[in-house]
């Protein structure tokens, strides 16, 4: 097994785009994300970002496929 860290990118200048993917996500929700370190935030208002960002991946996959 690879000792790369299991969130990792294939392709590492997609990083830059998926921080900016979270940060609209984020303000899409309400929760107010710093640059860094964002340890302070509730489980609740990570999880209410993570889950913001999977609707827009399955929404974004469904117009594809139409």
Same mark, same amino acid.
């Given at each position: 097994m690879s000792s790369k860290s299991s969130n990792s990118l294939v /392709?590492? /200048? *997609? #990083?830059? $785009? =998926?921080? #900016?993917?979270? =940060? +609209? *996500? $984020?303000? +899409?929700?309400?929760?107010n994300l710093k640059q860094g370190y964002n340890g302070d935030l509730t489980s609740r208002q *990570?999880?209410?970002?993570?889950?913001q960002m999977v609707k827009k991946m399955i929404e974004a996959y469904e117009n594809g496929m139409k």
């Open positions: /392709n590492p /200048n *997609a #990083r830059d $785009a =998926m921080n #900016r993917f979270k =940060m +609209e *996500a $984020a303000g +899409e929700v309400g929760v *990570a999880g209410s970002v993570g889950g």
